[in-house]
């Protein structure tokens, strides 16, 4: 029993922004090939796979009946030429300037630093087909070279290869000399005792790793950090209360005190006269402490030129 044609309906074609009329029409006539359609079939069954602005145009148009040319014949009885389907479509949806715009992307296109060397061949031919079904192959070859990795280019340019057919052939000889030196580099590496990791080791330790947060507990670490904080306060609390203690006790070796605000010695900082909040604090000439020598307490506001300040706070002094 024969086996059963499956059969593959084409694609549609709708002329939106961006689709490419000639590579849409060219999938179109290789999906009804594959089905076995004729060239009557292919304009029967044209209008199926238009949607949109291009099934508009077919409805609304005066289109041939066949699907390929009918070519000029000039002899009696002469046969004037009549485009089929296809060309008409072509004419309408074709892009502009395509074979400009096509030469461009062609001129533009480079091979990527992982992509496949035969995928990239068979791009650039596709592309040089589309410029121009008839490029000869040194063109073709120029175009070949000119997007080709620049390590592969150093290795098949000194060969020379005439066709598009050889420079492919060699690309699949570097693609596999590189293949088994990859391999062969890996094999080296086991021998000198680097051997492969163990699958079923890194698949636990991956698992191991994939846990952290699933047993990360908050409530602790913001615990940790909170008592943390408390004694970094505590610890500056206590320097703090040291340091003045410490400070307010200074005295020289004589016995005699060391004023904390002005450093200087015989007196304490509330009996400075050059610190603010002391009661003696001598802001200017006109309002100042005086100390008359028959020992009767101070009077405010009284103008002097002279007052001895060491002699009046080691007077003083505690």
């Avoid at 949607?51 to 066949?66: I, V």
């Avoid at 502009?96 to 062609?106: G, H, P, R, S, W």
Wanted: aromatic content about 10%; hydrophobic content about 35%.
């Amino acid at each position: 029993m024969a086996a059963q044609h499956k059969f593959i309906p084409p694609t549609c074609f709708s002329a939106k922004v961006g689709e490419n009329a000639v590579d849409w029409l060219e999938r179109y006539e290789l999906t009804a090939r594959y089905n076995h359609w004729g060239n009557q079939e292919m304009r029967n069954n044209f209008v199926m796979y238009l949607e949109g602005t291009a099934r508009k145009w077919y409805l609304f148009s005066n289109l041939p009946g066949d699907w390929e040319d009918q070519e000029a014949v000039p002899a009696a009885p002469a046969v004037p030429f009549v485009a089929g389907l296809r060309t008409v479509f072509l004419q309408e949806f074709k892009q502009d300037n395509f074979a400009l715009i096509q030469e461009t992307k062609l001129r533009q296109r480079v091979q990527g630093e992982e992509e496949d060397a035969a995928s990239y061949y068979y791009d650039i031919l596709h592309m040089c087909h589309a410029v121009n079904p008839n490029m000869p192959q040194t063109q073709q070859l120029d175009f070949l070279y000119s997007g080709l990795r620049k390590s592969l280019v150093k290795k098949i340019y000194p060969l020379k290869p005439k066709t598009c057919k050889e420079f492919l052939e060699l690309l699949k000889l570097h693609t596999e000399a590189s293949l088994l030196l990859d391999r062969r580099s890996w094999t080296e590496k086991n021998r000198l005792g680097t051997s492969q990791p163990d699958l079923q080791t890194i698949a636990v330790v991956r698992k191991e790793q994939s846990t952290w947060k699933e047993n990360l507990d908050l409530g602790s670490i913001l615990a940790g950090l909170q008592d943390s904080l408390n004694e970094l306060k505590n610890a500056s609390k206590q320097k703090k209360v040291t340091f003045d203690a410490t400070h307010s006790n200074q005295r020289t070796s004589d016995g005699r005190p060391v004023c904390n605000y002005c450093s200087r010695t015989g007196h304490i900082a509330r009996n400075c006269f050059r610190n603010p909040k002391s009661q003696l604090f001598r802001g200017g000439q006109q309002s100042v402490l005086y100390r008359p020598s028959n020992g009767s307490p101070p009077r405010n506001g009284v103008s002097v030129n002279y007052i001895d300040e060491e002699a009046f706070q080691e007077e003083n002094s505690p």
